[in-house]
Each structure stands twice: as structure tokens, then as C-alpha cells.
């Protein structure tokens, strides 16, 4: 799935995409999608380079996949190392750590993605996975737990210099209000700041649920 540097140096460059996979309702599970966020809030990328938040489509985004010429993929992965470590994978290796150490189902579906592209002959020339271990993807309604909410602004850099090393692609920083940026590509009621402030206390939590995302019941 690389092509080697020969092909690549004569092949005109296409499209790159970043992708952030996950789902933010549930803590950890939402880092890839909160990495991308941060970088729409803070960069411009010019074509080729495209950023998407895949939450957790699957097979959906297929179409957006085929014939990439670079992606590069970050999310939550239990790598086995202690909680907050960023570790990255490339080439063949991506699609079998993603099958091997999956702790979603969106991880599942996304396997499936890459083996389907690779089957048909669209599989992207270059693939990679920023990765960081998580320590809680099962607290529904919750947000980034501190040890890999500190990570989303070193994985975003790790994203850049993948760029600029891999591909030649520099993104700008924003010169206006990052705040006006960040929801072209996140929703703006369930951006970060907006998302985790607004969950009630987890003493409420506990007994109602988040009013959010579970329906309460009664007055």
C-alpha cells in the first residue's frame, strides 16, 4: 500500500486526506474526530490536503477513500502501552493493527473499509495511523479524559510534520477568529469546548443521565 519514493517523485500529487475516526460520545473514543477539529480551527489546508471528521461512518465513506494518493488516519487504538502514548503505524501495518487491537465497533467497520479499497484497486498509495492509547472509552456522554486530551495538540503537530515530511503539504494558520473556523467542520453544538462544558456534574450524570443524548423520563 506505499509506493516507493522513485514512483512517488514521478507521479503528480494528488489528494491527501486526513482523517479523524470516533465517536465523541463516548470519552476516548472521540480523539481522532478532536484532533481534526483542532486543526480546522487553526490551519488552513490547501488542496491537496483535505481534512474530514469520519465518526463513526464505516463503509460509508468509501467513496471518499478511493484512489487517495495519501491518509493518514488518527484515532484511539489500544496499542497495549500505558494511557496517553502516541504511537504511530504505516503501510501494510495500519489495517492489522486496526483488526488486532480494536476496543469499537467503528474500528471494525473501518478494517472492512480497507481491506474493500485494497480489493478493488483503490487503495491509498500511502497510508498511516496516529494513534494515541486511551484510558476510558466506555463513559457515555463524557468527554477526553486529561492524559489524551493533553495529546490532541502533539498529534496535530505529528499530522503537520507527516505532511510537510511525506508530502511537500505545509498548512497555514488561520488569520481569523479560530472559533469562526472550527465549525465548518464540527458542528458547533458539539465542539469540544461546547460539548464537555456543557455535561452536567457526574453526581446528575450518575442519576439522570446526560439530557443530551438519553431521554429522561418523567418532570
Aim: a negative charge; one cysteine or more.
Amino acid at each position: 500500500m506505499t509506493a516507493n519514493k522513485t514512483e512517488q517523485a514521478a507521479h503528480p500529487l494528488g489528494r491527501v486526506l486526513i482523517l479523524g475516526i470516533g465517536n465523541i460520545l463516548w470519552a476516548d473514543e472521540g480523539f481522532g474526530v478532536r484532533v481534526v477539529e483542532y486543526l480546522a480551527a487553526r490551519y488552513h489546508f490547501p488542496a491537496p490536503a483535505e481534512l474530514m471528521d469520519g465518526g463513526t461512518q464505516g463503509l460509508y465513506l468509501l467513496p471518499q477513500l478511493e484512489g487517495l494518493d495519501g491518509l493518514i488516519i488518527v484515532d484511539a487504538i489500544d496499542f497495549g502501552l500505558p494511557p496517553g502514548t502516541i504511537h504511530t503505524v504505516r503501510g501494510a501495518d495500519v489495517p492489522a493493527t486496526i483488526g488486532a487491537r480494536k476496543m469499537s465497533l467503528h474500528q471494525t467497520g473501518f478494517q472492512e473499509v480497507l481491506a474493500l479499497l485494497d480489493l478493488r484497486g483503490h487503495a491509498p498509495r500511502q497510508v498511516a495511523l496516529i494513534g494515541v492509547q486511551p484510558v476510558n472509552m466506555q463513559d457515555y456522554g463524557g468527554g477526553l479524559t486529561p492524559p489524551v486530551a493533553a495529546r490532541v495538540p502533539e498529534v496535530a503537530e505529528a499530522v503537520l510534520t507527516m505532511l510537510a515530511n511525506d508530502y511537500g503539504l505545509r498548512p497555514t494558520p488561520h488569520t481569523t477568529n479560530a472559533a469562526e473556523d472550527e465549525t465548518s467542520l464540527v458542528t458547533a453544538a458539539v465542539t469540544r469546548d461546547a460539548y464537555e462544558s456543557g455535561r452536567p456534574s457526574e453526581e446528575d450524570a450518575c442519576r439522570h443521565g446526560d439530557p443530551r443524548v438519553l431521554a429522561r423520563m418523567g418532570g
